[in-house]
């Protein structure tokens, strides 16, 4: 895995093990741990996102239908909305 | 360094009903309080603050996950009073499903200990049984180079949550005895949670 640089409060720059994205690693200057920049995180708010969009795309045009022909199904928006809430979670566990 | 790693023994005990998120306390062997956490709930990344008393004003340690993912998720150990990384954590996620099984890693994760829940049968028997033999209490073992250096018993309690801390005779040429406490509060605040 690639080295990352750190800059460390100290104002020391020193690289270490890409492993450690995210995590925090001692400044060889000051011997504090300094942050190491990065993280999986981008992961995590891709799937959200996609699955909150996916929600809005399918509940959106499905609310508007319902309430354009008067129907009261509209309780099934909020189970559909619900469950894919659920499996967005799940996946970004 | 801080006196509260004087000791060979510890035990934590976990406040089993708190509205929102946990805490727990870690007694010495003579039922002194030397360290208190108290974490939030709903908090995306885990960063667990222990302090020296309930009144969190001298803050000890710090187990901080780097990621929001929790599944293999790997934990740093800072020591608060000096500012220095101890070590780090790391939740083997697949083998957890059967066994919790955690490494510890040194400044640059490199493996150097292996902490690991007690039996493979207990462990199997804990997850997919029900009423009482669910129950069993846990024990892990903290190995380092083969030799036990600390071991983790949970007392059977189904009202408090309460785990002993032993450290091994000469466990201190091996670790750090912080990141032995480090491990116990992974223990209590991360297993526990999924438990």
Redesign the interface.
């Known amino acids: 895995m690639a080295e990352l640089e750190v800059v460390c409060d100290c104002g020391h720059r020193f690289n270490?093990?890409g492993?450690?994205?995210?995590?925090?690693?001692?400044c060889p200057s000051c011997?504090?741990?300094a942050d190491v920049p990065g993280?999986?995180?981008k992961?995590?708010w891709l799937v959200l996102g996609f699955w909150i969009l996916l929600a809005m795309v399918v509940l959106v045009p499905s609310a508007g239908y319902l309430f354009y022909t008067g129907h009261t199904l509209g309780g099934w928006g909020v189970v559909v909305f619900g469950c894919l809430l659920v499996i967005a979670i799940v996946l970004?566990? | 360094m801080s006196d509260y790693i004087d000791h060979d023994q510890y035990y934590i005990r976990k406040k089993l009903i708190k509205v929102l998120g946990s805490s727990f306390h870690i007694y010495d062997s003579e039922d002194n309080l030397i360290l208190f956490s108290s974490q939030k709930a709903f908090k995306l990344k885990e960063d667990i603050r222990v302090f020296s008393d309930e009144s969190m004003s001298s803050e000890r340690l710090v187990v901080?996950a780097?990621?929001?993912?929790?599944?293999g998720a790997?934990y740093?150990v800072?020591d608060s009073e000096?500012?220095?990384?101890l070590g780090?954590f790391r939740r083997k996620g697949l083998k957890s499903i059967l066994k919790d099984t955690w490494e510890l890693l040194d400044?640059?994760?490199n493996p150097v200990g292996k902490l690991q829940e007690d039996s493979g049968c207990l462990a199997l028997v804990r997850r997919f049984s029900s009423g009482l033999l669910s129950m069993i209490p846990q024990s892990f073992f903290l190995e380092i180079d083969g030799k036990r250096a600390v071991t983790y018993s949970q007392r059977f309690n189904p009202v408090i949550f309460k785990m002993d801390v032993n450290l091994e005779k000469g466990s201190r040429e091996l670790l750090d005895p912080r990141l032995a406490l480090a491990g116990a509060i992974l223990l209590v605040a991360v297993e526990g949670r999924q438990a």
């Not at chain 1, 492993?19 to 001692?26: D, E, F, K, V």
């Not at chain 2, 780097?66 to 599944?71: A, E, L």
């Open positions: 270490v093990p492993s450690l994205r995210g995590g925090m690693s001692n011997g504090k741990a993280g999986p995180e992961l995590f970004s566990m | 901080k780097r990621s929001i993912i929790d599944f790997a740093d800072v000096s500012g220095e990384k780090a400044n640059d994760d």
